[in-house]
């Protein structure tokens, strides 16, 4: 799975030019992106700045040596990772950055996704995430049943109670599938009032998977 990861990540690397502003998304694969970029930067003096899509990219990319500026406009680049590659949409939100990383992806002139292949596994299933505003979560649930999905509040880990994002809100993992067009469906869920964002990605660049000996496009 590591292999998996990291030759994903090296898939996405061959993409970022020396002068770029990339965007850094969030979770286990685009860490070992994160690092690779800071090490090719060093390398091969090339100069890249990042726009991270959570605190947890901050702090990495801070320690891989690559300086982070906000979100002003212009983004040549986005690497990020996914749950679940489905066809033509990838689910996110595992990590709970999924606001965030729907700006910066969306935002970059080219978007490319990293995921071993596991994620592409047609068995493999993933629930649909909202990042919800904590006064709307109840009503937020109601709407999203008529939808005919099953939601459930995320509680964390190292912590009582819900899971609070970078941005203060709730989160909320919704079982059930992906009805008609992702684009579609992706609008639908953005209008319930309280809704912030959800974890439906149907545009997108390129999707590079990695497995045990390489890499390779969808
Ligand atoms: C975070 C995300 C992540 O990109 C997604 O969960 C994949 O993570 P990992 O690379 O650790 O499997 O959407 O919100």
């Not at 850094?24 to 390398?43: I, R």
């Not at 990293?114 to 649909?128: M, Q, R």
């Not at 919800?132 to 939601?151: D, I, T």
Request: glycine content about 12%.
């Amino acid at each position: 799975m590591t292999a998996a990861k990291e030759n994903a990540a090296r898939g996405a690397l061959e993409y970022v030019e020396d002068g770029m502003v990339v965007g850094l998304g969030s979770g286990t694969t685009t860490a070992y992106f994160v690092e690779m970029l800071g090490a090719k930067m060093k390398d091969e003096r090339i100069s890249a700045v990042g726009v991270v899509t959570s605190f947890d990219t901050e702090i990495l990319a801070k320690k891989a040596g690559i300086p982070v500026m906000p979100l002003e406009g212009k983004v040549d680049i986005a690497i990020d990772g996914a749950d679940i590659v489905g066809k033509r949409y990838v689910l996110k939100g595992g990590g709970g950055a999924l606001t965030r990383e729907k700006i910066v992806d969306y935002a970059a002139e080219k978007f490319i996704v990293i995921a071993d292949e596991g994620k592409a596994d047609p068995g493999k299933s993933y629930p649909v995430v909202l990042e919800v505003v904590p006064f709307a979560y109840q009503y937020v649930m109601g709407e999203v049943r008529k939808l005919g999905l099953e939601p459930e509040l995320r509680v964390g880990g190292k912590k009582l109670g819900p899971v609070v994002t970078d941005n203060s809100n709730f989160i909320l993992d919704c079982r059930g599938e992906v009805k008609g067009e992702p684009e579609e469906f992706e609008k639908i869920l953005n209008v319930i009032p309280g809704v912030v964002e959800n974890g439906v990605f149907s545009k997108y660049w390129k999707i590079i998977i990695g497995n045990e000996t390489g890499h390779y496009e969808i």
